[in-house]
């Protein structure tokens, strides 16, 4: 089976294309044949060596594919999947490859109107983000949302699912460009944070109150200022850690706000948790994208073995969503 392994930490080019033994669906896992895989910024943290995969899980990069069931494991029975279905998945590891064994509530139907090669740009940006902004943030209707890394993958699911929730959507990005896609997905408040204060735009923008929840990928860096933007019985998520880990929190500002920061992480989660995140995605998600409410946003593809040159374009963060790697015909 062709795959990409990570031979040690380093940069993109120790991305390496390698024939491997091919993974068999166990109890209670299917095996699906990848056609797609989605790159994600914790691929990248994974090859510096920063973001190991959970015990048990591969050691090959990738937390989401799509492609067709190809096998059953034991215990699947009755499950509703059978082979040669369509599907997209949620992993904790072994998308760079032909073949992936993926627990059975990790599996979601391709939405009706979306390409199945398009479908790996799906599950682990709307698990992440229905996760973090709903389940763990409570967004509702007629609050304010406060985006950072809007143009990202995660940023502009973000956008469209905020939306849909009938939620205003501020967002901060580092260009014009990138800016302009957050407007056209229906984000408000365009801050560029390379000449702007983030702090002082959303204050103003909502009339001295701030964000009501807060959806952070900077971690350290943007901790304290975070908290200056928060509102009244405001949330910060943080789910990120690109601007370092350690930071001073000063609670009397907490306090005063009656505040609540949350630090997530999906990749590491019990099989339970995930299957409980992904049922909701499935029933509130993705009859939105049906509906044409909520699309991909999707930038560049990659063939598998050119998974070095996705990395890098990730890592010069001029894209504005998504970047795949096409592993097979669809």
Same mark, same amino acid.
């Given at each position: 089976?062709?795959?990409?392994?990570?031979?040690?930490?380093?940069?993109?080019?120790?991305? $390496?294309?390698? !024939?491997?033994?091919?993974?068999?669906?166990?109890?209670?896992?299917?095996?699906? !044949?990848?056609?797609?895989?989605?790159?994600?910024?914790?691929?990248?943290?994974?090859?510096?060596?920063?973001?190991?995969?959970?015990?048990?899980?591969?050691?090959?990069?990738?937390?989401?594919?799509?492609?067709?069931?190809?096998?059953?494991?034991?215990?699947?029975?009755? =499950?509703?999947?059978?082979?040669?279905?369509?599907?997209?998945?949620?992993?904790?590891?072994?998308?760079?490859?032909?073949?992936?064994?993926?627990?059975?509530?990790?599996?979601?139907?391709?939405?009706?109107?979306?390409?199945?090669?398009?479908?790996?740009?799906?599950?682990?940006?709307?698990?992440?983000?229905?996760?973090?902004?709903?389940?763990?943030?409570?967004?509702?209707?007629?609050?304010?949302?406060?985006?950072?890394?809007?143009?990202?993958?995660?940023?502009?699911?973000?956008?469209?699912?905020?939306?849909?929730?009938?939620?205003?959507?501020?967002? +901060?990005?580092?260009?014009?460009?990138?800016?302009?896609?957050?407007?056209?997905?229906?984000?408000?408040?365009?801050?560029?944070?390379? =000449?702007?204060?983030? $702090?002082?735009?959303?204050?103003?923008?909502?009339?001295?109150?701030?964000?009501? $929840?807060?959806?952070?990928?900077?971690?350290?860096?943007?901790?304290?200022?975070?908290?200056?933007?928060?509102?009244?019985?405001?949330?910060?998520?943080?789910?990120?850690?690109?601007?370092?880990?350690?930071?001073?929190?000063?609670?009397? +500002?907490?306090?005063?706000?009656?505040?609540?920061?949350?630090?997530?992480?999906?990749? =590491?989660? =019990?099989?339970?948790?995930?299957?409980?995140?992904?049922?909701?995605?499935?029933?509130?998600?993705?009859?939105?994208?049906?509906?044409?409410?909520?699309?991909? $946003?999707?930038?560049?593809?990659?063939?598998?073995?050119?998974?070095?040159?996705?990395?890098?374009?990730?890592?010069?963060?001029?894209?504005?969503?998504?970047?795949?790697?096409?592993?097979?015909?669809?």
């Amino acid at each position: 089976m062709r795959a990409i392994t990570i031979n040690e930490p380093g940069g993109p080019d120790v991305l $390496v294309p390698a !024939d491997v033994e091919p993974p068999t669906a166990g109890p209670g896992e299917v095996l699906v !044949d990848v056609v797609a895989a989605g790159v994600n910024r914790a691929d990248v943290q994974q090859r510096k060596g920063y973001y190991p995969p959970p015990e048990g899980a591969s050691e090959l990069p990738g937390l989401e594919v799509s492609g067709r069931v190809a096998a059953l494991g034991p215990g699947t029975e009755g =499950s509703g999947w059978a082979v040669g279905d369509e599907v997209c998945a949620l992993l904790s590891g072994g998308g760079y490859a032909e073949q992936v064994a993926v627990p059975v509530g990790q599996l979601l139907r391709v939405p009706a109107g979306v390409r199945l090669a398009d479908a790996a740009a799906l599950p682990e940006v709307a698990c992440t983000v229905w996760n973090n902004l709903v389940m763990e943030a409570g967004l509702r209707g007629g609050e304010t949302v406060l985006l950072h890394g809007g143009s990202s993958g995660i940023g502009t699911m973000a956008i469209q699912v905020a939306r849909a929730l009938r939620a205003r959507v501020a967002v +901060t990005a580092g260009s014009q460009q990138k800016l302009d896609a957050c407007r056209e997905l229906g984000a408000e408040v365009l801050i560029d944070y390379t =000449s702007q204060d983030f $702090v002082e735009e959303i204050t103003a923008a909502t009339d001295g109150r701030g964000a009501d $929840v807060i959806l952070d990928v900077v971690g350290a860096k943007y901790l304290a200022r975070n908290l200056d933007a928060l509102a009244p019985d405001g949330r910060l998520v943080v789910i990120g850690l690109l601007g370092g880990t350690k930071a001073e929190l000063d609670l009397g +500002t907490l306090l005063r706000k009656r505040g609540r920061v949350i630090a997530t992480s999906l990749r =590491s989660r =019990s099989l339970e948790a995930k299957a409980e995140i992904v049922t909701q995605v499935r029933e509130r998600v993705w009859p939105w994208i049906e509906e044409g409410r909520v699309r991909t $946003v999707i930038q560049s593809r990659h063939p598998l073995d050119d998974a070095a040159a996705a990395h890098a374009e990730m890592e010069a963060s001029g894209h504005v969503g998504k970047i795949l790697l096409g592993v097979r015909q669809s």
